[in-house]
């Protein structure tokens, strides 16, 4: 069926360090991909989103990049700091006016 | 601004009660979803709501529960009789109808069933 999954459950960095989290979807038609990040005991954050038109888009400390020949999404983080330990969320919208699916969650630990 | 407000945050009930979760989404957003939350199945969808219609409800798991929108500003999900299996985290999201439609989440509903 179709699903979004994660590469990695978790992940672990160093404060200061690059951090990425990689996801993988398999709906070819979807137009619209989404990263969250969850702390614990919160709601799932709103952190970047980019459209199937678009392969890169930059936020604050944030960059997503969307490789659509291989189905392919990653969010990078820049000098991870200890504030983004979390469980993060890629989620896909398979089409125009669904709802989104959502992957399992990775979960970036950093270690200061 | 105000995000999506949940109620209760936390609720503990035994089986066989109804539980009524609550949730206000933010002004002027007009599609509302709920989500359930559990360590084995994670985030999954329930139903959502455009102009406060349901539009997918293959999401809810039995006639047990049930969701309601009677106005742009309000919602409800309701289950009756609760079960122990229906423990989890219950999201509630809102978002512009659109292309490009970022979900903004509550804090969620720890739901309890004994």
């Known amino acids: 069926g179709e699903s979004v999954g994660l590469h990695l459950p978790t992940l672990s960095v160093q404060e200061g360090d690059n951090s990425i989290i990689n996801c993988a979807y398999s709906?070819?038609?979807?137009?619209?991909f989404i990263w969250y990040k969850q702390e614990s005991g919160k709601g799932p954050q709103f952190i970047i989103d980019?459209?199937?038109?678009?392969d890169k888009r930059q936020g604050q400390r944030v960059t997503v990049l969307l490789n659509k020949t291989v189905k392919h999404l990653s969010l990078q983080i820049a000098a991870t700091q200890p504030g983004d330990s979390a469980v993060y969320f890629c989620?896909?919208?398979?089409?125009?006016?669904?709802?989104?699916?959502f992957g399992k969650g990775t979960t970036l630990s950093v270690s200061s | 601004d105000a995000g999506v407000i949940q109620s209760p945050r936390h609720e503990v009930t035994e089986m066989g009660q109804e539980v009524t979760l609550r949730c206000k989404p933010i002004s002027g957003h007009n599609s509302l979803f709920w989500y359930r939350q559990t360590m084995m199945r994670g985030l999954e969808l329930l139903i959502y709501f455009n102009n406060n219609v349901p539009i997918d409800d293959s999401g809810m798991p039995e006639d047990r529960f049930s969701a309601k929108m009677p106005n742009a500003s309000f919602s409800t999900l309701k289950i009756q009789p609760s079960e122990p299996r229906d423990s989890a985290v219950y999201f509630c999201?809102?978002?512009?109808?659109?292309?490009?439609?970022?979900?903004?989440f509550g804090d969620g509903t720890r739901l309890s069933i004994l």
């Open positions: 980019i459209r199937s038109n678009m």
């Open positions: 989620a896909e919208s398979p089409q125009a006016g669904t709802a989104l699916i």
């Open positions: 709906n070819s038609a979807s137009d619209y």
């Open positions: 999201a809102s978002s512009f109808t659109g292309p490009v439609r970022p979900q903004h």
